[in-house]
């Protein structure tokens, strides 16, 4: 079975780039029974086998000359018995605006279910993803200068059953809907009282302005936003301000920060708003 990959990606990035890409629907996966509103996800071990990709065609990769724009990206994915994606987050992010292109990649998959002792089963999975892409530039509806992200051809991509954690947890997928990205509960949860903080697992380092190096300023400033249930920052919001192409600088680290977002009991990831701070220090 093919199928071709499908969605448009318009203004998601964190930088000034857009995604072109359209193509036909995707066939979906094979039928199978409708598995109940709760369930156990398995991770590696006696009688479980990991799901299969169906195979994915790509209508208009871009396939002259453009600027290079590659990452490697492993997602953590969780496959129902019915093949669709849930609880995408990452494991290792890239750091840059392919991470969003990853998420959009997994949850517009289509998967042959794993299985339990040769029924299908919901599995608990890491999906690995290469991913070339070029950059060109083009105008928006404004006028506008803009880069378009395009896809040069079909990710690689490997999906393999995740080791049981250490302390034993079990996982239970309470929904039979896949999430999509925009479908976050507009007000964060609260971490607390059953929903864990989420924890960043890719930090780098702000840029001093050549202003503030020159002036050797130093200082903190205090950034609030949303992780969303994928680990992406979203909402920034200044809460402490320093000067403004530092304030600028500290912005632009966070928006390539990644986390393991906050997650339910069950498992279930979940968008939070937090606080962190950014240090700006010169050594002497």
Known sequence: MRRELTFVLVA??????AIGQQAAPPTPPPATNAPSATQTAYYAGPGVIAPELLPITLSDAVTGECNHFDAKVILSVVVDATGAPHNVY?????????????????MA????PGTLNGAPAT??????MNIKACTEEAK????QKVKILHLQSVPLQKISLQEPPSDGATLTLSSTS????????PTPFKVGGGISAPKIIFQPQAVYSEKALKERLQGICEIEFVVDEHGMPHNLHMTKSLEP???QSAADAVRRYRFTPAMKKDGTPVPTIIKVEVDFHLGY
Request: proline share 8%.
């Open 90 to 106: 990452f494991l290792n992010p890239s750091g840059y605006d392919l991470d969003l292109v990853a998420i959009k990649l997994a």
């Open 109 to 112: 998959e289509s998967f042959r």
């Open 140 to 143: 928006n509806e404004l006028g």
């Open 178 to 185: 896949p999430s999509q990205p925009g479908d976050s509960n």
């Open 12 to 17: 998601f990035l964190t930088g000034p780039f």
């Open 245 to 247: 192409s530092m304030d």
């Open 123 to 128: 599995t608990v999975d890491s999906l690995e």
